[in-house]
């Protein structure tokens, strides 16, 4: 066999469905790879014979290797902060009450309108590089805090150049409908309008968005403009997803479900006939516990009934100044599971698997098989359920992107 690389002394979590065990856990594995790809992986004592002298073999030290970890929701670029919110929260203000006062998501905006390319650029980079030393490997990010024309794209541009810049494969999405522009106050539907006569043809020029996003919310975006919305997206030719139920029950997963979205964000208020029909239209359910932590939201997603129409969960950290400051995939492991009660094996899979099919990505990463992109990272555990378990000591040792070692 001629390879280019061999890794043995390791145990893989590939998470493959087709492999029994909620990891699909291969004990004493091996695995080898051709320029980007996974050719061979099972247990170490079949795996055939190399050519031990013109092969590089790489020893995992009796660690765990897992796909790479992929967060597919996020807000990574914004400007400024907004650490005062939070005292306020903590003197008793809501989270709308300050939205209403012209806090919350138009606070960032003023601030990123105000950030050059290359302050985005830099807080970006830093930004991923915290997720990249956790095992990161792909990762979602939206516009959303300029809301006017230029901003929107010198974000979205940002995003792009953040993937050029780093190994992370960056996908994007374009939330110019995140909430209402600060000229649009008093007319959200001539806002609605300029997104989609104005905002969209021009990202769709540039090829900056692989995805559509709408906050569809009462402190948003109503579910008729909402769907005014992702129907004009979808007729651009992106996938689109929404933000839905997160704060009261508008509906929104039904409308997006029924345009075929890839993923519905947040669902703390989702009900039955929600879960049901996205379970009908194969969109997964993304979950966002760093939200519901740091907003001390009391009401759960409906968990049981997404486990029950067999739903694909898909965890991500939100990262965003208002309602999840935390840079942090391996934080939301643990906390899917100490808040929603998500056991680590779909935790495991809502940052893997789920998250590939809810970027539409899932012929490529999320499961270690054959055939797959070697997206991969080298844990120092001595078993999966430790990702979720225990936060701080990171034990991320390596990654492995499109078959290449990445030093960092
Ligand atoms: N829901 C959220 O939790 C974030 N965006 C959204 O639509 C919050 C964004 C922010 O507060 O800056
Ligand atoms: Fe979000």
């Given at each position: 066999m001629e390879w280019d690389q061999v890794w043995i002394d390791i145990n893989i979590a590939s998470m493959d469905p087709a492999l029994s065990g909620g990891y699909g856990e291969i004990t004493d594995a091996a695995m080898a790879i051709i320029n980007d790809k996974i050719?061979?992986?099972?247990?170490?004592?079949?795996?055939?014979?190399?050519?031990?002298?013109?092969?590089?073999?790489y020893r995992g030290g009796g660690g765990w290797i897992?796909?790479?970890?992929?967060?597919?929701?996020?807000?990574?670029?914004f400007a400024g902060n907004r650490a005062n919110e939070f005292e306020m929260r903590?003197?008793?203000?809501?989270?709308?009450?300050?939205?209403?006062?012209?806090?919350?998501?138009?606070?960032?905006?003023?601030?990123?309108?105000?950030?050059?390319?290359a302050d985005l650029f830099e807080l970006g980079?830093?930004?991923?590089?915290?997720?990249a030393k956790e095992g990161v490997t792909t990762i979602e990010i939206k516009s959303g805090y300029g809301l006017e024309l230029d901003t929107e794209l010198k974000i979205l541009r940002v995003a792009r150049e953040l993937g050029k810049h780093?190994?992370?494969d960056v996908k994007t999405?374009?939330?110019?409908?995140?909430?209402?522009?600060?000229?649009?106050?008093?007319?959200?539907?001539?806002?609605?309008?300029a997104i989609i006569n104005e905002m969209l043809p021009a990202v769709m020029a540039e090829n900056l968005a692989d995805a559509f996003d709408v906050f569809c919310e009462n402190i948003a975006f109503s579910p008729e403009q909402t769907a005014k919305l992702l129907r004009a997206a979808k007729t651009a030719g992106l996938d689109i997803k929404l933000h839905a139920e997160q704060l009261s029950n508008l509906g929104g997963s039904q409308l997006a479900a029924s345009l075929g979205a890839k993923s519905v964000d947040h669902l703390e208020y989702l009900d039955e006939a929600g879960v049901k029909a996205i379970a009908a239209s194969g969109t997964c359910a993304t979950l966002l516990p760093g939200a519901f932590y740091f907003l001390r939201e009391t009401k759960l997603p409906p968990i049981e009934l997404l486990r029950q129409y067999q739903v694909p969960m898909v965890i991500a950290s939100d990262y965003n100044p208002g309602s999840s400051p935390i840079c942090s995939t391996l934080l939301m492991l643990n906390m899917a599971c100490t808040l929603f009660r998500l056991t680590p094996a779909e935790a495991l899979?809502?940052?893997?698997?789920?998250?590939?099919?809810a970027l539409g990505i899932e012929d490529k990463v999320g499961?270690?098989?054959?055939?797959?992109?070697?997206?991969?990272?080298?844990?120092?555990?001595?078993?999966?359920?430790?990702l979720a378990y225990s936060y701080g000591t990171n034990p991320f040792k390596h990654a492995v992107k499109a078959g290449k070692l990445i030093h960092q």
């Open positions: 050719v061979w992986i099972g247990p170490r004592d079949q795996l055939p014979a190399f050519d031990v002298l013109s092969t590089p073999v897992t796909p790479g970890l992929i967060d597919a929701h996020t807000h990574l670029l903590l003197q008793g203000a809501s989270y709308q009450d300050i939205a209403k006062a012209g806090g919350g998501i138009l606070a960032t905006v003023k601030a990123t309108r105000a950030a050059s390319d980079r830093k930004r991923l590089n915290a997720l780093h190994h992370v999405t374009f939330l110019g409908a995140h909430a209402v522009a600060p000229e649009y106050q008093h007319d959200s539907d001539a806002y609605v309008d899979a809502g940052v893997t698997r789920h998250a590939a099919k499961v270690l098989a054959v055939g797959m992109q070697a997206d991969f990272c080298l844990w120092d555990i001595t078993h999966p359920a430790e």
